[in-house]
C-alpha cells in the first residue's frame, strides 16, 4: 500500500494530501459495512436479556418502521446502542456522534438522549429518577423522543416478536450513511436544548 513520506504533518506535500484525502473517501465510503459489523457484534453484549443487543435493535427498527417511521429515524433504532460495548456509561452519545452527520438534527437529540428517557421505564426499579427526563421538558424534540423509546427501545426486548432481519435494514442504513454530511438538507436544522 502505498504511504506518505512525511513523519511530521508539517513535512507533508501537496501529494502526500492528495494520496490521504483519495484513502479516507475510500474509508468514509466503507463505513456502512463497518457499522453491519458493529451491529452483528452485538449479538454477544449484556448478558441477562432474553435476547441479544442485535435482537434488540433490530426490534427497535422493526417496531419503528411498523410505525411509519420515516428511514432516518429507522436506522437510528437500528443503531442506539451500538455504543454499548466502548461507551456503557454514555452509549447514546456515541451512537449520536456516529449518526450526526448523516441526519436531520431532532434524529440526532433523540439519540443522543434516549439512555435518560429510558429511564422513565426502570428507574424507579433501580432507585434512580425516573423523571430525570424532566430537564428536557419543554423541548422540541421531547416528544420525539418519548415516543421513541416508550414505542420501540422499551418494547423491544421480546423473544416472541416477529423481527425483521438486518438483511431488510442493510438497504436503507446504506442509503442513510453514504449521504453527503454537507448537504444543506442535513445541516440546515440546528439543534437547540
Same mark, same amino acid.
Given at each position: 500500500?502505498?504511504?506518505?513520506?512525511?513523519?511530521?504533518? #508539517?513535512?507533508?506535500?501537496a501529494a502526500d494530501y492528495a494520496l490521504l484525502g483519495k484513502l479516507e473517501d475510500e474509508f468514509v465510503e466503507a463505513? !456502512?459495512?463497518?457499522?453491519?459489523?458493529?451491529?452483528?457484534? %452485538?449479538?454477544?453484549?449484556?448478558?441477562? +436479556?432474553?435476547?441479544?443487543?442485535?435482537? @434488540?435493535?433490530?426490534?427497535?427498527?422493526? /417496531?419503528?418502521?411498523?410505525?411509519?417511521?420515516?428511514?432516518?429515524?429507522?436506522?437510528?433504532?437500528?443503531? @442506539?446502542?451500538?455504543?454499548?460495548?466502548?461507551?456503557?456509561?454514555?452509549h447514546s452519545q456515541l451512537a449520536a456522534a456516529i449518526i450526526r452527520p448523516y441526519v436531520r438534527a431532532e434524529v440526532?437529540?433523540?439519540?443522543?438522549? &434516549?439512555?435518560? =428517557?429510558? %429511564? +422513565? +421505564? @426502570?428507574?424507579?426499579?433501580?432507585?434512580?429518577?425516573?423523571?430525570? /427526563?424532566?430537564?428536557?421538558?419543554? &423541548?422540541?424534540?421531547?416528544?420525539?423522543?418519548?415516543?421513541?423509546?416508550?414505542?420501540?427501545?422499551?418494547?423491544? =426486548? #421480546?423473544p416472541d416478536y416477529d423481527t425483521l432481519p438486518l438483511s431488510h435494514f442493510e438497504p436503507m442504513l446504506r442509503e442513510?450513511?453514504?449521504?453527503?454530511?454537507?448537504? !444543506?438538507?442535513?445541516?440546515?436544522?440546528?439543534?437547540?436544548?
Amino acid at each position: 500500500m502505498e504511504t506518505v513520506n512525511f513523519r511530521r504533518m #508539517d513535512e507533508g506535500t501537496a501529494a502526500d494530501y492528495a494520496l490521504l484525502g483519495k484513502l479516507e473517501d475510500e474509508f468514509v465510503e466503507a463505513l !456502512p459495512d463497518r457499522l453491519l459489523g458493529a451491529l452483528q457484534g %452485538l449479538k454477544s453484549t449484556l448478558a441477562g +436479556y432474553q435476547i441479544d443487543r442485535l435482537q @434488540h435493535s433490530l426490534q427497535s427498527a422493526t /417496531r419503528a418502521e411498523r410505525d411509519g417511521a420515516d428511514s432516518e429515524m429507522i436506522i437510528a433504532a437500528l443503531i @442506539h446502542d451500538l455504543g454499548d460495548d466502548l461507551a456503557p456509561m454514555n452509549h447514546s452519545q456515541l451512537a449520536a456522534a456516529i449518526i450526526r452527520p448523516y441526519v436531520r438534527a431532532e434524529v440526532t437529540w433523540v439519540i443522543e438522549h &434516549h439512555g435518560i =428517557f429510558q %429511564l +422513565y +421505564y @426502570h428507574g424507579e426499579a433501580e432507585g434512580v429518577d425516573k423523571n430525570a /427526563r424532566d430537564i428536557f421538558a419543554g &423541548h422540541k424534540w421531547f416528544d420525539s423522543c418519548d415516543r421513541f423509546c416508550q414505542l420501540w427501545d422499551q418494547m423491544s =426486548f #421480546d423473544p416472541d416478536y416477529d423481527t425483521l432481519p438486518l438483511s431488510h435494514f442493510e438497504p436503507m442504513l446504506r442509503e442513510v450513511f453514504s449521504r453527503n454530511p454537507f448537504d !444543506p438538507a442535513i445541516i440546515g436544522e440546528e439543534e437547540s436544548d
